[in-house]
């Protein structure tokens, strides 16, 4: 089995406590199925947590048939499991959406490095 991971952070400045961070870790079989996947998110919710219902929606799926609409639905649903706050650092909008543009490219970046070692 082949696994890759990302992890990003949005925050304010270059000493600032994170608004909101994401890591996301994904590995497939040698017949390129998505055998597990991890989605966690931290800075939107009282603790680090896991987005389960999103890391299911990857389970069993083609790697080569993975495109952006399904990637979407995925990284839509990890920022419908967040319960955020609004503070000084940012609104809880802002973070569902932030989280959910973090999720997008941390699953993105995983299956193209999966994709292109598989080459």
Known sequence: S???????K???TAVDIAIVNAAV????????IVSDGKIAL???????MRSKEAEQMLFGLDLSKIGEKTV??????????????????GSAEYRKII?????????EKCLNE?????I
């Open 2 to 8: 082949r696994t890759q991971s990302s992890f990003s």
């Open 10 to 12: 949005l925050r304010r």
């Open 25 to 32: 870790k994904i590995s497939v079989n040698e017949d390129g």
């Open 42 to 48: 931290g800075s939107v919710a009282p603790r680090p």
């Open 72 to 89: 979407k639905k995925v990284s839509c649903r990890a920022a419908e499991e967040i319960k955020p706050i609004t503070d000084i650092r």
């Open 99 to 107: 989280s959910e543009v973090l999720v997008r490219r941390g699953i």
């Open 114 to 118: 999966l994709a292109e070692r598989r």
